[in-house]
């Protein structure tokens, strides 16, 4: 995918419009940019042989936030059954809806959220993900990828920290397993998903996410290949089949609430 499309058109292409392009007939009333989008196509190739999947050809994705589509092709030309990509913003939404119409009905795209909680009592339709559940945890779910791009504000910041909660909770896409996840998300936000103890980064989110996951940067974009252009990282994260909390999960969180919020204040005082 290269190239230019005609201004005011945002009708699919396998032509990408060119950045000065894509923000003006993107926007969708307001002055901010759209949301970021993965604009290369060889990065997209360069992350699925990355994330060395196996058999995919029996596999759902779920994509969220999937932009102009270029992770999802990737998704489709490397054999996944079939994808379900989440889109909630108009102009993107019209866009996939060409991609989907072409794809033979690999791609499905739904104008709902990863942000609502709604979206995933949705996706446990019949018709949908439904047929898919598997509680076992003893090994990781072989038929659902969970993936998409986690947008570069403190809305993708609280997101991504939510799916991290839910996956110790095995709530939201998790009541239906042990699924993987593959993010592309922002290099600050990254750095605070693994934190390591006793530095600036170490929030509660690296906390949950050490005690619930492996989890691995497998291919950076250069701020080029992302519209507009941010440092990027696919970080697959790979859910333990029990995570390492003994604590009851209100007790956990509480504690572990107040030792960030309140940091230059004793332990005693915050839990008293």
């Known amino acids: ?11 699919f292409s396998h032509s990408l419009p060119t950045l000065k392009v894509w923000s003006k007939n993107f926007r969708q009333r307001s002055q ?3 949301r970021i989008t993965i604009a290369n196509s060889d990065l997209a190739q360069k992350g699925f042989n990355a994330l060395k999947l196996k058999n995919v050809k029996n596999m759902t994705a779920v994509e969220m936030n999937p932009g102009l589509g270029v992770w999802t092709t990737a998704l489709k030309d490397n054999g996944f059954k079939r994808t379900l990509s989440l889109e909630p913003f108009a102009p993107y939404f019209n866009w996939m809806q060409g991609l989907s119409e072409e794809s033979n009905n690999k791609v499905e795209v739904l104008k709902l959220d990863g942000y609502d909680w709604e979206t995933y009592n949705i996706l446990k339709e019949p018709q949908y993900l439904g047929s898919l559940e598997n ?7 072989p038929n659902i990828l ?13 997101l991504l920290a939510q799916l991290m909660t839910c996956l110790v909770n095995k709530m939201a896409i998790h009541t239906l397993g042990r699924i993987q996840m593959a993010f592309w998300i922002p290099d600050a936000l990254y750095h ?17 996410s050490e ?3 492996d989890i691995n940067l497998v291919c950076t974009a250069e701020s080029n290949e992302m519209y507009p252009n941010h440092l990027y990282h696919l970080v697959h994260i790979l859910p333990f089949a029990e995570n390492l909390i003994t604590a009851q999960w209100d007790v956990f969180e509480y504690v572990l609430k107040h030792l960030f919020v309140m940091q230059k204040k004793s332990l005693v005082h915050m839990i008293k």
């Open 135 to 141: 509680k076992d945890w003893a090994n990781v779910h």
């Open 1 to 11: 995918m290269s190239g230019s499309a005609k201004q005011g058109v945002t009708k």
């Open 32 to 34: 901010l940019p759209p």
């Open 146 to 158: 969970f993936t998409g791009t986690i947008p570069k504000t403190s809305k993708g910041e609280q």
């Open 192 to 208: 605070k998903l693994v934190g390591p103890a006793a530095t600036y980064n170490r929030c509660k989110m690296s906390v949950i």
């Open 211 to 213: 005690a619930s996951a």
